[in-house]
Structures are given as structure tokens and as C-alpha cells.
T-cell receptor
Framework: DAGVIQSPRHEVTEMGQEVTLRCKPI?????LFWYRQTMMRGLELLIY????????DSGMPEDRFSAKMPNASFSTLKIQPSEPRDSAVYFC????????????FGQGTRLTVV | GEDVEQSLFLSVREGDSSVINCTYT??????LYWYKQEPGAGLQLLTY?????DMKQDQRLTVLLNKKDKHLSLRIADTQTGDSAIYFC??????????FGTGTRLQVFP
């Protein structure tokens, strides 16, 4: 397996534009996590899914953020409209529960909103 | 509440031991983890410990857990320049929510 695949790797967009980040989890994993990493706040959990169902979205900062998982092999994180303070690295991770939940991370998407 | 705290920086000399500390607040944590992030990359699992254990050793890595004080530490013996990275502590809160700390940037100098 190629691991967790995120696209794009880098995104630069203007304030007010819609941004969509994509994630393909590892095949067979039933958990999918979206995190945001900034210098100030470290790694924040935004939302996570189990078997394509959102379990906890309490970390989603505002209504401008939304996430979907239409099937077991694809998830999106959308920001509309984007703002400069959304600039961060966004990570997707997938995992499966076998005693403990090890999360396998993608390479991340570096988002810059100007 | 769910909060994981770490110091931001640690600097050690090559060959010395490094100790990275972490405190967490949620007493329902089932597993606790240490992840490593190298520049420009995602996080990779280094080791984990079940909440009813107090120590785990894995080659140069030693994890100590004090559940009463909600304190976790990672000791790296014989630290090498290749160990320079950001180290994240994480806790698993039922039913499998993974919460990470702010990360500790370890710098190893010759």
C-alpha cells in the first residue's frame, strides 16, 4: 500500500476562496482523522470518522470548515470562505483498532491563504 | 477535559540521553503514544504504552508512565543527530479519539 495520500501537497489561495483538501486512507483502515498543525497550537484534531461516519467534530473551528467521507477510500476537508488565519499544514491520518489505534499519517497539505 | 502539554524545545549533546516530558488531563486514556515528525513529513509512531503499564523499553527508547500524576516521558539513550525531530505525545480517549500535544523540538548538537 502507498500509505495515506493527500492532495495537493501545497495550496496557495486568496482570502475568500473555497479550498478543498483531499485524502485517500490506507485500504482496510476504518478510522480517518483530520488534523491541523500550526506553530502556536501544535497538532489539533479537527474531526474523525469511523466506518465513514463522523464521530467527533468538536475540533472544527467554525462553520466555514466541513468534512465528508462519502466512501471508505476518500475524504475531503473544505474551507469556504478561506481566511489568512487558516494557513497551516493539514494532515490526514488513518488507522484501525487492533488493541490500540495507531494512526498512519499522510505527508500533509501546506495551505497558505493570502 | 482533553489537554496534552509538552515543553517546546530540548537541546542535547550527541551521545547524551534525552528526556521528553508530557502531561495529560483525561484519566480515561487507554493508550499513550510517542510519535516522531521529521522536517516536511507526517508523523510516525515510535512507541506506545497501555495505560495499566508503568514502563516500556524498546531498544534505545524507554517510556515511563505515572498514571496518578498523568505524566508520560520518553527517554532516548545515546542520542544521535538523526534523532533531531519534533516528538509528539498523544493519548487515546475512548472510543478512539487521538489527541496530540504541542510537540517538543529536539535538537542534537555534536
Amino acid at each position: 500500500d502507498a500509505g495515506v495520500i493527500q492532495s495537493p501537497r501545497h495550496e496557495v489561495t486568496e482570502m475568500g476562496q473555497e479550498v478543498t483538501l483531499r485524502c485517500k486512507p490506507i485500504s482496510g483502515h476504518d478510522y480517518l482523522f483530520w488534523y491541523r498543525q500550526t506553530m502556536m497550537r501544535g497538532l489539533e484534531l479537527l474531526i474523525y470518522f469511523n466506518n465513514n461516519v463522523p464521530i467527533d467534530d468538536s475540533g472544527m473551528p467554525e462553520d466555514r470548515f466541513s468534512a465528508k467521507m462519502p466512501n471508505a477510500s476518500f475524504s475531503t476537508l473544505k474551507i469556504q470562505p478561506s481566511e489568512p488565519r487558516d494557513s497551516a499544514v493539514y494532515f490526514c491520518a488513518s488507522g484501525t483498532r487492533t488493541g490500540n489505534t495507531e494512526a498512519f499519517f499522510g505527508q500533509g497539505t501546506r495551505l497558505t491563504v493570502v | 477535559g482533553e489537554d496534552v502539554e509538552q515543553s517546546l524545545f530540548l537541546s542535547v549533546r550527541e551521545g547524551d540521553s534525552s528526556v521528553i516530558n508530557c502531561t495529560y488531563t483525561d484519566s480515561s486514556s487507554t493508550y499513550l503514544y510517542w510519535y516522531k515528525q521529521e522536517p516536511g513529513a507526517g508523523l510516525q509512531l515510535l512507541t506506545y504504552i497501555f495505560s495499566n503499564m508503568d514502563m516500556k523499553q524498546d531498544q534505545r527508547l524507554t517510556v515511563l508512565l505515572n498514571k496518578k500524576d498523568k505524566h508520560l516521558s520518553l527517554r532516548i539513550a545515546d542520542t544521535q543527530t538523526g534523532d533531531s525531530a519534533i516528538y509528539f505525545c498523544a493519548e487515546s480517549i475512548p472510543p478512539d479519539k487521538l489527541i496530540f500535544g504541542t510537540g517538543t523540538r529536539l535538537q542534537v548538537f555534536p
